[in-house]
């Protein structure tokens, strides 16, 4: 899943591993950049926004 994080002032706790990204992804994550992850750890899930579980709205016709 894709995950941004939503204020870049805050530092990230040192969780990337149980993210399943590398280090490198995480220093990006940091920077403000979109990143791809394989779960979200407890420590961050405050401080990132998913953008893999956006619900999409479905468009319904009223009677006429």
Do not use: H, R, Y
Request: charge should be positive; aromatic fraction near 4%.
């Amino acid at each position: 899943m894709k995950i941004k994080l939503i204020d870049k002032k805050i530092p990230l706790p040192n969780c990337w591993k149980s993210c399943g990204v590398n280090k490198d992804a995480w220093d990006n994550l940091q920077e403000g950049k979109e990143i791809e992850v394989k779960q979200i750890a407890d420590g961050i899930q405050g401080l990132v926004e998913s953008k893999s579980f956006e619900p999409t709205a479905k468009k319904t016709k009223g009677d006429k």
